[in-house]
């Protein structure tokens, strides 16, 4: 090998090609950058509703946990969700309020959920879930039933270029 060769040729380490990120093949470690704060992705639930999916993406910060939910519907919806406390009990009314303001039943269902990362101790399992939206619609919270737990998180819509996606592999 000549001098030159060494100097500029290609190197002897992986040269394997980072897969360009969209909202559907974000992986565990990828950086997600959004409202001025770095999140690491550290796991995915993926819902399948008879055919129709969702995906869930765990987002964790320095000081929060948040999840970002992706939908293709007609066009996609994007979501930004933070748990909260909210003692439910079945059957799950139509009508919930949380910090005052007034949530109606908008669908329900029940979707089989694949989990990787820190999720994939779910694989196989069966969620109930509620989704719910303000007047306005733009809040919403969704209920989901594991088991005999009852998990409930409140969130919003966002726009895809207010994410900034950093590959890790």
Not at 9 to 26: A, C, D, I, P, Y
């Given at each position: 090998m000549s001098f030159f060769s060494?100097?500029?040729?290609?190197?002897?380490?992986?040269?394997?090609?980072?897969?360009?990120?969209?909202?559907?093949?974000?992986?565990?470690?990828?950086?997600?950058?959004?409202?001025?704060?770095d999140y690491k992705i550290v796991g995915k639930i993926s819902y399948d509703d008879h055919g129709f999916k969702w995906h869930a993406y765990q987002l964790e910060g320095v000081s929060k946990t948040i999840w970002l939910s992706v939908e293709m519907d007609d066009e996609l919806y994007l979501g930004i969700y933070e748990k909260v406390k909210l003692n439910l009990q079945e059957p799950i009314p139509k009508k919930l309020e949380y910090e005052g303001i007034t949530y109606h039943l908008d669908e329900s269902g029940s979707a089989r959920v694949t989990g990787i990362g820190r999720n994939q101790n779910i694989n196989g399992m069966v969620c109930q879930y509620y989704d719910y939206c303000d007047e306005e619609e733009e809040k919403f919270l969704s209920v989901e039933k594991w088991g005999s737990e009852i998990e409930v998180s409140t969130g919003y819509e966002i726009e895809q270029y207010e994410l900034k996606i950093i590959a890790s592999k």
């Open positions: 060494k100097l500029f040729g290609k190197s002897q380490t992986n040269n394997k090609s980072v897969e360009e990120r969209n909202m559907f093949n974000l992986q565990t470690d990828d950086i997600v950058t959004y409202d001025l704060e």
